[in-house]
């Protein structure tokens, strides 16, 4: 069996390569320095496009599980389109946060559909400001926006974001520890729910 | 304190106002119509580029200036009913045919590959004719009898004078090549050669004519 | 330059890419995401994948601006001294330099909000009812219809800004806000006045703005439940104008948008599937 699976094998409603993807997966794991002996699956949830993104990265069974929104890698300007940079942040992205899942720092992390959005978003700003230090192409104004929009736009935000994008260890409590420093300076009323794209997430609100 | 009833003279020391100017009502009156028309010929043409320009920092300024050129076409749509003229229409109109020539030929270009020529027409041959012509205006005529055509000369001065400078920069940010200042000089030949048939914006004499001044100046104190 | 420029002569720089509604709606995944149940459509941070929403809308506002632009700008061209009057004119080109404005404020938010310019595609259904033949329907269709469009969208954005406490966006887009109430007002007026001895004349504009006003609502994109992204704004719409009948029927006008749109989608998904 290949080390990286990606679902489905075949896309019908967007023009992406299964194959391709699996490639490409491969390299930045090498990239990433993601463990050699730890299985990844990668499915792609095809139905949904831009702008409905949303991805998740967990630990399941020892492998590594990668979920992602087919919007997460989609080109803006040519709809169904493959869009290969941001394909590669995104699963560089998922790569980082599921390696970090397998280390003694993030074992009380819990799985990525019940983080809360301030966290997983600040977790992704940690990710992603390490793909950036790899050579990757990144998008660092998108990334402080999302960030923003969940932990606050405030100063004390910005400056926990320019932490988060610059650090190179953190452990889960370090993330904690950003959002509630973050929530602290917040005006903003807490948030009533978290917003999640995944399928069966969206079954069961609907049950 | 100023002693209460103590007479002080009509003009302080450093008002240097005179009477009379270079212009009487009538030749007031022709001019303002001849600069009505030309702002409304100017702000229909950048308005009209808007959607023929891909560069968006051009796109940008012209849809802002289309509106400076709207307001200079008001202001003098306002000044005309107190130049005597009650019917404005009437005087709003070209100095003469050569210059219906020049203005068509300023706002013939449409293909998106022609920005250069279009930002040249305005910018290096029409705008510093207005402003030519609205200094002439401003300094000739009595800043007492026309103080209020000076005070809108001024306000659409500073406009010109701002909008002139943002639309040479532009084009000095386009010009980039031996090519293009070709292009950009034949372009401001031909249009300079087309309004130089016009005589200017008011047509013949827009920037005085020395041995015309003095009739002018009597016609100043007959009329006005 | 001639008088009234086609929607595919709008010049546009290497970035942009052209969209057609079309693509939107024959894209099969648009009826597979109709199924599941996102809960409220409305725009706010809770909402999934708000942040990327938001950006695109932002983009969508951007290019729309661009187009009412334009639309203004050739109106201002395209119509002789003797078939508009001057007055008129000069409210188009004071609507020029305020959609002007608007473009670089928007170009501005977009990049608060982490986009490039291009990044997503530019539908030009905007500009293509800014530019009949007729500058009675230019009104009603560029004032009214795009303008009132523009109400609801920023009146959107606004609470967005606010519910996510971005104090930039809400600023930016309450003055936008503030100038279409004012564009809209001038088409109401200027359709009242050119109209005021020819009531068929004015029928017929009217007709031409409930039919913009149906494709600008996107087929549920706008209107007042929980489905619609885009709420129709009350408040700011009277404020512009808009009588309550006239508010009432836009949303109905918006509803049936919405549910030609939902069979529409349910045709193709049969055909889809073999159904």
Known sequence: ?207 | MTASGAPRPAFAPWDRRELPGLFGVVESARRVGNYKWIEMRLFEALGGWVATVPELDVKFVLGRQCYHHAWHAELWNKRLPELREMNTERLTEPPNEEMVKFVDAVRDPEAPELTIEKLVGVYRVLIPRKVAAYTFHMNATSRITDAPTIRSLGFILQDEMEDWREGEMLLQSLIQTPEEVERASRRQQALEDLIRSAGGITGPGTLGNPEGQADEAAEGVSVG | MKKILPVEELARDSRFVRARIEDAISDPRQAKVSERNTGSARLEPARPAAADRARQLMHGIFVGEIQALEGAGRTTFDFDDDEIPFQLKLDMARQCWDESRHCEISVKLSEHMGSEIGEFTEATFLYEAACAPDALLRLTGVNRALEGLAIDVFNTMKEFGDVSGDPVLAACEDWMLADEVTHVKMGSDWLRRLTENDPERRERALEFQRTVDKLFSLGGFRGETDENPIQLARKFREMAGFSTEEIDDLSEVATEAQEEARAAADALHGVASGD
């Not at chain 1, 995104?90 to 899942?101: K, S, T, V, W, Y």
């Not at chain 1, 988060?164 to 009533?192: N, T, V």
């Open chain 1, 1 to 207: 069996m290949a080390r990286v699976q990606v679902t489905p094998e075949t896309f019908t409603l967007v023009d992406y390569d299964a194959g391709a993807i699996a490639g490409l997966t491969e390299e930045l794991a090498a990239k990433t320095g993601f463990p050699d002996d730890v299985d990844i699956t990668v499915e792609i949830d095809e139905e949904l496009p831009l702008p409905l993104t949303g991805a998740t990265a967990d630990v399941v069974d020892g492998r590594a599980a990668l979920w992602f929104s087919g919007a997460n890698f989609e080109d803006g300007r040519y709809r169904t389109h493959f869009d290969e940079p941001v394909a590669r942040t995104e699963l560089a992205i998922g790569l980082l946060r599921a390696a970090d899942r397998l280390g003694p720092g993030f074992a009380d992390a819990p799985v990525d559909e019940q983080l809360s959005d301030a966290h997983r978003h600040a977790w992704e700003v940690w990710a992603e400001g390490r793909v950036a230090r790899l050579g990757e192409h990144t998008r660092r104004v998108r990334r402080l926006y999302h960030f923003r929009l969940y932990n606050g736009f405030t100063d004390v935000a910005d400056a926990a974001f320019e932490r988060l994008w610059s650090a190179d260890a953190l452990a889960w409590s370090d993330i904690e520890a950003i959002c509630a420093e973050c929530a602290a300076s917040d005006p903003r009323p807490a948030l009533k729910k978290k917003g999640s794209i995944r399928r069966e997430t969206l079954k069961a609100a609907s049950g």
